[in-house]
Nanobody, 126 residues
Framework: VQLQACGGGLVQPRGYLRLSCTAS????????MGWFRQAPGKEREFVAA?????????YYADSVKGRFTISRDNAKNTVYLQMNTLKPEDTSVYYC???????????????????WGQGTLVTVSS
């Protein structure tokens, strides 16, 4: 399984970016897909996830709720993270990941994901 993440860049505060994560050899709508981020000197933290279990469920970290939106395009086998009203504290390397056997209580835990993309850097600065 390969995950290709892209879309990062430099953006001013209150700006927006959309990250993409395209999967190969795996169908994204069959599994849980998550976005995490890691700033220098900090632990990797959960950002958002989307999971199918009889219906689609969305999960967000409190710090991004209302500003970020996770979505997927099944035809393109791609998961997106739309990031609006960006803040300097959102500056991080963002990673997408897939969890093959996640349950609800696991979607926020990085150790429960099976495959990871290479990361894309988001810098929010004026």
């Amino acid at each position: 399984v390969q995950l290709q993440a892209c879309g990062g860049g430099l953006v001013q505060p209150r700006g927006y970016l959309r990250l993409s994560c395209t999967a190969s050899t795996l169908t994204v709508n069959n599994y849980a897909m998550g976005w995490f981020r890691q700033a220098p000197g900090k632990e990797r933290e959960f950002v958002a996830a989307i999971r199918w279990s009889g219906g689609v469920t969305y999960y967000y970290a409190d710090s991004v709720k209302g500003r970020f939106t996770i979505s997927r395009d099944n035809a393109k086998n791609t998961v997106y993270l739309q990031m609006n009203t960006l803040k300097p504290e959102d500056t991080s390397v963002y990673y997408c990941a897939v969890g093959l056997r996640l349950i609800t209580s696991s979607v926020r835990r990085a150790t429960q994901y099976d495959y990871w993309g290479q990361g894309t850097l988001v810098t929010v600065s004026s």
